[in-house]
Each structure stands twice: as structure tokens, then as C-alpha cells.
């Protein structure tokens, strides 16, 4: 089945404490991408990537890190997570077609993290 | 799980009418279209994309609508089910330096009455 897979689906961590957000797509997508949800504020991209070794800030990179050494992965690290990163986070990937324009993002179903 | 969808519009349906979904759009040069819907402790889910050398596309019990001039766009869904509750976001591509960026608007919360 294609599909993205977000792991862990829940996480409750401590301020300072270094963690990571795994994301895995099995569909070949060059592009993957990092996204928070917030009430209110809708989906905000964190950082994004065109393909291996690719990567770049989104609307609201502070505070994350990210990494695209393979094709299929793009973890999400944050290295002192603190309490305004509580959140939903979603990855997402898509194809990218030169020729014929942009193509539906897939989502995977989400990491909802809590910083105390 | 946690709502989304504080202090989003509400849109209230009878199972069996149609729905109507509306959403404005920022950017004038934007090229391309999605609907996504997102059900509660779920990603958004893709449910149909518009160029905008179109004006309509349509799908099963979908249907996209583009209005350029006043850049709007409408998702209607035909004979709504209970199945179909859930927050629907519209999405436009827009032309960076970079490459293109999708943005999502807030989304429009969606519920079927029995």
C-alpha cells in the first residue's frame, strides 16, 4: 500500500530533551515535506526537500532540524525541544514533474508531540 | 482526538443534500488547486486538484469549481453521508524563487446531520 508513516503517532517529552520524528514513504516522491498544525493557525511548513541531500526552510523552520541522506526518509529533529513546540506534525510527499506542474502532497497521520 | 479546528467556519448539512464548500485564494498567479480532508486523528487526505486552465473537474460525488476573476474556489460534494464529517482545507500552489509552495488555507469544518 502507498502510503507515508510517521513514527511515533504520540510522544510526551521533557523541555531540552533531544527526540526525533521518523518519516518513511514508500512511493519513489523526490519532494517530502515537514508540517505543523496548530489551532487556528492551520498547517505551517517547517522545512522541505527536492530530493536527497536536498533540503531548505519552510515558513517556520526555528528550533528543527532536518536530514534526507536516502530517498524514503526525512526525519524531523529537534535538539532542545521546548514547550512552544507542542503541536501535530504532519510529513507529506509528493512527486515533482518538470514538464507538467506540481502533483498532490500525501500525508502521513501525524505525530502529536507535547513538550512539558 | 484534539480539534483543529477552533474558531473554523462550520458548515451544518442534512445527510442526502448537497454540500458546498468555499474558499478565497490569495494569489492571483496561483496554477493549481487541491482539496484535502482531513478527519479527526487523521493527515489530510487528497481528494481532487483543479488546474487553472480549468474551470470545473469533477469526481465521484465531487465537484471543483474555479473562478479566476474573483479567485475563488468551491468544492461541492453530492449527496452528502454522515462518512463525509470532517475539516476540508483548499490549497493553492504558488510560484517562489525556489520552486513552488503549497498553502493551505484554514479549513472549513464540515458535519452531516442523521
Known amino acids: 500500500e502507498a502510503q507515508v508513516t510517521q513514527n511515533p503517532r504520540y510522544l510526551i517529552t521533557v523541555t531540552g530533551k533531544k527526540l526525533t520524528v521518523t518519516c518513511s514513504q514508500n512511493?519513489?516522491?523526490?519532494?517530502m515535506s515537514w508540517y505543523r498544525q496548530d489551532p487556528g493557525l492551520g498547517l505551517r511548513q517547517i522545512y522541505y526537500s527536492m530530493n536527497v541531500e536536498v533540503t531548505d526552510k519552510g515558513d517556520v523552520p526555528e528550533g528543527y532540524k532536518v536530514s534526507r541522506k536516502e530517498k524514503r526518509n526525512f526525519p524531523l529533529i529537534l535538539e532542545s525541544p521546548s514547550p512552544n513546540q507542542t503541536s501535530l506534525y504532519f510529513c507529506?510527499?509528493?512527486?515533482?514533474?518538470?514538464?507538467?506542474?506540481?502533483?498532490?502532497?500525501?500525508f502521513g497521520n501525524g505525530t502529536r508531540l507535547t513538550v512539558t | 482526538g484534539e480539534s483543529v479546528g477552533l474558531h473554523l467556519p462550520t458548515l451544518s448539512v442534512q445527510e442526502g443534500d448537497n454540500s458546498i464548500i468555499n474558499c478565497a485564494y490569495s494569489?492571483?498567479?496561483?496554477?493549481?488547486f487541491i482539496w484535502y480532508k482531513q478527519e479527526s486523528g487523521k493527515g489530510p487526505q487528497f481528494i481532487i486538484d483543479i488546474r487553472s486552465n480549468m474551470d470545473k473537474r469533477q469526481g465521484q460525488r465531487v465537484t471543483v469549481l474555479l473562478n479566476k476573476t474573483v479567485k475563488h474556489l468551491s468544492l461541492q460534494i453530492a449527496a452528502t453521508q454522515p462518512g463525509d464529517s470532517a475539516v476540508y482545507f483548499c490549497?493553492?500552489?504558488?510560484?517562489?524563487?525556489?520552486?513552488?509552495?503549497?498553502?493551505f488555507g484554514a479549513g472549513t469544518i464540515l458535519r452531516v446531520k442523521s
Open positions: 512511493m519513489n516522491h523526490e519532494y
Open positions: 507529506a510527499s509528493s512527486l515533482i514533474y518538470i514538464d507538467r506542474g506540481p502533483s498532490p502532497l500525501h
Open positions: 494569489n492571483s498567479a496561483s496554477d493549481y
Open positions: 490549497a493553492e500552489n504558488q510560484h517562489m524563487e525556489y520552486g513552488n509552495k503549497l498553502v
